[in-house]
């Protein structure tokens, strides 16, 4: 498959940086063909031009600052972001991803009535692989918004029968190394057996 990789983390020390070099590794063993977009090594501008918003619903206009990353999108066939949550959200450059790159016309479009319809119907995969600072309780008692996030609004813009797969660690404000070694171990698992098919070992929570 072709994987685009999003990553959102800005140190190249951090437990997400070492989860995102295992994530392109294990693809790449598999013979996947992998796009690895690091967001912050790239400079991505995640603020949203006035022009772009006025233009947002002018496909192909509202493309026009940011044609080379639709372009990666388009081609992919699975997602896989890599990323730190803060604030209860992905970070801001990653946000900003979204919110430039998933445009009308590129990830989805309104028809006559209204009705929203996807258009990345070529991805068949979709995996989200993070770091909560917060506690798996703590992070229910806000609905868990990041996965909501993930699954629902970018699961909605993708092929309807895709795979949507979500692995977090969570408390990392107060782990240890034998929990991050068993994380990098289960995603290693998991993404070691990605196919056409099923996926094996998830280790954390899909669906």
Same mark, same amino acid.
């Given at each position: 498959?072709?994987?685009?990789?999003?990553?959102?983390?800005?140190?190249?020390?951090?437990?997400?940086? =070492?989860?995102? $070099?295992?994530? +392109? &590794?294990? %693809? /790449? !063993?598999?013979?996947?063909? *992998?796009?690895?977009?690091?967001?912050?090594?790239?400079?991505?501008?995640?603020?949203?031009?006035?022009?772009?918003?006025?233009?947002?619903?002018?496909?192909?206009?509202?493309? =026009?600052?940011? $044609?080379?990353? +639709? &372009?990666? %999108? /388009? !081609?992919?066939?699975?997602? *896989?972001?890599?990323?730190?949550?803060?604030?209860?959200?992905?970070?801001?450059?990653?946000?900003?991803?979204?919110?430039?790159?998933?445009?009308?016309?590129?990830?989805?479009?309104?028809?006559?009535?209204?009705?929203?319809?996807? %258009?990345?119907?070529?991805?068949?995969?979709?995996?989200?692989?993070?770091?909560?600072?917060?506690?798996?309780?703590?992070?229910?008692?806000?609905?868990?918004?990041?996965?909501?996030?993930?699954?629902?609004?970018?699961?909605?813009?993708?092929?309807?029968?895709?795979?949507?797969?979500?692995?977090?660690?969570?408390?990392?404000?107060?782990?240890?190394?034998?929990?991050?070694?068993?994380?990098?171990?289960?995603?290693?698992?998991?993404?070691?057996?990605?196919?056409?098919?099923?996926?094996?070992?998830?280790?954390?929570?899909?669906?």
């Amino acid at each position: 498959m072709r994987v685009l990789i999003l990553f959102a983390h800005p140190i190249e020390t951090s437990f997400v940086a =070492a989860l995102h $070099r295992l994530v +392109v &590794e294990t %693809l /790449r !063993a598999r013979g996947h063909e *992998v796009d690895d977009l690091d967001l912050y090594a790239e400079g991505f501008d995640p603020v949203m031009p006035r022009q772009t918003l006025i233009d947002y619903l002018n496909a192909p206009a509202n493309i =026009a600052e940011v $044609r080379p990353y +639709v &372009e990666r %999108l /388009r !081609a992919a066939e699975a997602l *896989v972001l890599v990323f730190p949550v803060w604030y209860d959200g992905p970070p801001a450059i990653l946000k900003g991803f979204f919110e430039r790159v998933f445009l009308p016309g590129v990830s989805f479009r309104l028809d006559e009535h209204g009705r929203f319809l996807p %258009l990345l119907l070529g991805v068949k995969r979709l995996a989200a692989v993070c770091v909560h600072g917060a506690s798996r309780r703590q992070a229910s008692l806000t609905g868990d918004s990041v996965r909501g996030l993930i699954k629902h609004n970018l699961g909605g813009v993708i092929a309807p029968d895709a795979r949507f797969d979500y692995f977090a660690h969570y408390a990392m404000d107060s782990t240890t190394p034998s929990r991050r070694a068993r994380f990098l171990a289960r995603v290693a698992r998991a993404l070691g057996v990605w196919c056409g098919g099923a996926i094996g070992d998830l280790g954390v929570a899909n669906g």
